[in-house]
């Protein structure tokens, strides 16, 4: 059987000579590119069995690439989205359009193998692109007696859904308590540095010890 071949498309040379290693060592047939345009004329020429996409590139960001690729009936192949700098948004932006999974760098090997081998084995692929309204499924929840809409994006993948809900959930309890990440750790029931940690890992904005608005 011949070797999967595998498309690498990052702006910095050195993830893409390490990618290249480690995924040569593991019998992939590795293409590199170091833009969207480079990325492109690969794709206009020969169809590879995924792509490793970076998502913030100087010459057009990795989404945009991928929407090109939609619109031009060219994704064929799953995308696994790469981002040292990723936002849950982001991810799931991305998903929305048609990538399989999202990598956060720096990329653990066992992490990075087991999301390529996955996409991979699932066979033939095809793009799960739907409209906003088909991937979500609009869910009405009471808070404090005020009747508010979330948008849960049920057709993702359950960790980039989950995450998708823990940025709801913690953003609607920093606004309710103003800020105050001490009292939100109370009130959610998590030690203050673990939550701190969270609402980091997810891009949630939040004021440091000593700058919060409200007395602790």
């Given at each position: 059987?011949?070797?999967?071949?595998?498309?690498?498309?990052?702006?910095?040379?050195?993830?893409?000579?390490?990618?290249?290693?480690?995924?040569?060592?593991?019998?992939?047939?590795?293409?590199?590119?170091?833009?969207?345009?480079?990325?492109?004329?690969?794709?206009?020429?020969?169809?590879?069995?995924?792509?490793?996409?970076?998502?913030?590139?100087?010459?057009?960001?990795?989404?945009?690439?991928?929407?090109?690729?939609v619109e031009q009936d060219l994704l064929t192949m799953p995308v696994v989205m790469m981002s040292g700098h990723g936002t849950i948004e982001t991810a799931v932006e991305a998903t929305r359009i048609g990538a399989v999974d999202f990598l956060e760098k720096p990329i653990a090997l066992q992490k990075?193998?087991?999301?390529?081998?996955?996409?991979?084995?699932?066979?033939?692929?095809?793009?799960?692109?739907?409209?906003?309204?088909?991937?979500?499924?609009?869910?009405?929840?009471?808070?404090?007696?005020?009747?508010?809409?979330?948008?849960?994006?049920?057709?993702?993948?359950?960790?980039?859904?989950?995450?998708?809900?823990?940025?709801?959930?913690?953003?609607?309890?920093?606004?309710?308590?103003?800020?105050?990440?001490?009292?939100?750790?109370?009130?959610?029931?998590?030690?203050?540095?673990?939550?701190?940690?969270?609402?980091?890992?997810?891009?949630?904005?939040?004021?440091?010890?000593?700058?919060?608005?409200?007395?602790?």
């Amino acid at each position: 059987m011949a070797s999967k071949q595998i498309l690498v498309v990052d702006d910095e040379v050195g993830i893409r000579e390490l990618l290249s290693e480690i995924l040569f060592d593991e019998g992939y047939q590795v293409h590199l590119a170091e833009n969207a345009a480079q990325a492109r004329a690969f794709r206009n020429e020969r169809e590879p069995d995924l792509v490793l996409l970076d998502i913030w590139m100087p010459d057009i960001d990795g989404v945009a690439l991928l929407k090109e690729w939609v619109e031009q009936d060219l994704l064929t192949m799953p995308v696994v989205m790469m981002s040292g700098h990723g936002t849950i948004e982001t991810a799931v932006e991305a998903t929305r359009i048609g990538a399989v999974d999202f990598l956060e760098k720096p990329i653990a090997l066992q992490k990075l193998l087991s999301t390529i081998a996955k996409a991979i084995r699932e066979g033939t692929f095809k793009p799960h692109v739907q409209p906003a309204e088909a991937q979500r499924q609009e869910i009405t929840l009471n808070i404090d007696g005020q009747a508010q809409q979330f948008s849960l994006p049920l057709g993702l993948p359950l960790r980039e859904a989950r995450e998708y809900f823990d940025a709801l959930y913690f953003d609607y309890h920093l606004r309710k308590e103003a800020g105050n990440v001490t009292r939100v750790a109370e009130k959610v029931g998590l030690e203050r540095t673990h939550l701190y940690r969270k609402l980091k890992q997810l891009g949630i904005k939040f004021a440091k010890k000593g700058e919060e608005g409200e007395s602790q």
